[in-house]
């Protein structure tokens, strides 16, 4: 049977690919289609009739891509699709009732793990009333749901995910992997945590160290594969020693098959971040770390229901900070029960943190959350499943929030917006860092730092300007509040220019490096240019610390650093550090 699988591939879709794999296994042909914006609609549908399946499954995981493929769904049957046409993933699963009564385009919506549903689908498609774990119309037009039996316990049972095609940063494959599925936690906002209830069985599942060698050692050795972004939820175990003993375990195995020269890339909870498991991690060359913390006010994280405190976010920024990993967080500051105070103490939070890239934005609801549930209770959930609404209940801060949402909304959403593209800058140095560290000088390390904090800077600046403002005017004064949005996106949209240029500057030096695989060195200038050029003739475009030329042999007492002229690649800046020769 030819099955078409539906769905964003901006980087590899997991989901889609592990459900190609178990369909093979099962003798039937699958192909991924990717949809990654709804002007690609017409070129899809035209692909997906060429290919002729009997089935189609659309991945509905985003609120926010929802309506797109609802008229993806119509496109196909107005193309002539006859074949039974599934959707499933986050949105489809925790809205399965509605979207098969508003939209007859659909048949069914699979309410778990795709890999055995997708299958038994393909092999009960006549009749689907005694399939498990699935919602769909029943031949009367009734819509009917068969409960999940749960998702699968036993991970290393799956095929590993079909691969293609890989993705590359400074010539070294990237793949994704899961080593879990699921989390251990329920935050009030999290519909990843409300998928995997709904599916039933047990919510958090880990992979075998050896299955998850094996999957590493092929893409490894058979694919070239040097960088592994781990997508699980949360890379950690809730029980620290055996997260330890888990790492170490990964560690010696890989090394034992020879998968060494690699970085890596995870996901984690401040609660699960310390010394003895970063140590073994740095072993494993980990780059990245994005830290999930939400909130710097405790009465805001009991709000969200993280069931972590503020010391140990503080903790794991130190630790992680101290490992020179590139570590980006999300602040989720705005929420019901905001107030001014707790927004105070996430602004004195990124203060505090201003060495680090992160982004911010208010916890949104979504369909079967903790948050849902008690927007709803309290009357103040409005809008639909396409995308729920709330007014947060003190004024100010919804007029904050207000104008906020609206002068940031590029720099913080778009796909190339400036915090992003942010913690691109930085994310590209660590990786650079950790495979060839003899290109990056001292001074294009200090680039990237400054770029990071000045870029944090301006936002902090931006919206400690938008506190004075609330502060001043009457939320009631619509007018004034329009005034406000308008003057704040004005100023956060000019001062991402620069930014954003200064940003690409330092990309192309980072590549420079790997290109020419030498040391940028800095452009030699004498006492007479320096004063030609600043004395003698036009402006000259400000282009951040790189126009502060390099000043000669030891001006400053740089003692055993040496003269400027000859910049000094950072593995032996580190070097010279730690001895002090």
């Not at 000259?540 to 030891?554: F, K």
Request: aromatic letters at 10%; hydrophobic letters at 40%; glycine letters at 8%.
């Amino acid at each position: 049977m030819k099955v078409a699988l539906i769905g964003a591939e901006l980087e590899e879709n997991l989901g889609l690919r592990y459900m190609v794999s178990s369909l093979e296994q099962k003798g039937h042909q699958a192909v991924i289609f990717p949809f990654n914006e709804e002007g690609e609609i017409g070129s899809v549908v035209r692909q997906v009739m060429a290919f002729g399946p009997e089935i189609a499954g659309l991945s509905m995981v985003f609120t926010g891509r929802a309506r797109e493929f609802c008229r993806m769904a119509k496109a196909l049957r107005e193309a002539g699709f006859t074949g039974h046409l599934t959707s499933g993933g986050h949105f489809a699963a925790l809205n399965c009732r509605q979207l098969l009564a508003d939209f007859p385009e659909f048949d069914s919506v699979a309410l778990g793990e795709g890999e055995e549903l997708i299958c038994a689908l393909a092999a009960n498609l006549s009749d689907l009333s005694a399939v498990a774990g699935f919602c769909y119309r029943a031949p009367d037009g009734a819509i009917t749901v068969n409960p999940s039996t749960g998702n699968p316990e036993n991970l290393d049972a799956l095929p590993f995910p079909r691969r293609d095609t890989f993705h590359d940063y400074f010539g070294k494959p990237i793949a994704s992997i899961l080593s879990s599925r699921g989390c251990w936690r329920s935050c009030a906002f999290c519909s990843i945590d409300a998928w995997y209830r709904s599916g039933g069985g047990a919510k958090f599942r880990v992979r075998s160290v050896a299955n998850i060698v094996a999957e590493m050692k092929e893409l490894y050795h058979r694919h070239g594969v040097r960088v592994f972004n781990f997508q699980d939820d949360n890379f950690f175990l809730p029980d620290p020693p055996k997260a330890l003993a888990r790492f170490t375990e990964l560690r010696d195995t890989l090394w034992k098959e020879g998968v060494t020269d690699i970085a890596i890339a995870v996901k984690a909870r401040p609660d699960s971040i310390n010394r003895e498991v970063m140590t073994v991690l740095d072993d494993l060359r980990i780059f990245r770390v994005f830290l999930g913390v939400e909130n710097a006010s405790e009465e805001g994280l009991r709000n969200l229901n993280r069931k972590s405190s503020r010391a140990e976010i503080e903790n794991a920024l130190r630790v992680l900070n101290d490992f020179d990993v590139h570590v980006a967080y999300n602040l989720l500051m705005f929420e019901p029960d905001a107030t001014m105070d707790h927004l105070l103490i996430n602004l004195r939070f990124m203060e505090r943190h201003i060495d680090n890239p992160f982004n911010f934005c208010r916890a949104e609801a979504y369909a079967a959350t903790g948050l849902e549930k008690k927007l709803r209770d309290d009357g103040i959930l409005v809008g639909d499943y396409f995308g729920f609404d709330y007014r947060i209940k003190d004024p100010r801060v919804e007029t904050f929030h207000k104008i906020a949402n609206y002068a940031f909304f590029d720099r913080n959403f778009n796909d190339y917006g400036l915090h992003y593209f942010n913690m691109e800058v930085d994310f590209s140095f660590q990786l650079l860092r950790r495979f060839h560290p003899e290109l990056l000088t001292q001074e294009l390390r200090s680039e990237v730092r400054c770029f990071i904090k000045e870029t944090n800077l301006d936002t902090y600046r931006c919206l400690s300007r938008i506190w004075d403002l609330v502060q001043a005017l009457d939320p009631a004064d619509q007018e004034t509040v329009r005034g406000a949005m308008r003057g704040m996106r004005q100023r956060v949209d000019d001062g991402g220019i620069e930014l954003r240029a200064r940003g690409e500057r330092i990309l192309e030096r980072l590549r420079r490096a790997w290109t020419e695989q030498q040391p940028e060195r800095p452009r030699e200038e004498t006492t007479e240019s320096l004063e030609s050029t600043l004395f003698g003739g036009g402006a000259v475009p400000y282009t951040g610390i790189e126009n502060l030329a390099q000043a000669g042999a030891d001006p400053v007492g740089l003692g055993f650093f040496g003269s400027l002229r000859t910049p000094v690649p950072y593995a032996e800046f580190k070097r010279r550090m730690e001895t002090g020769r």
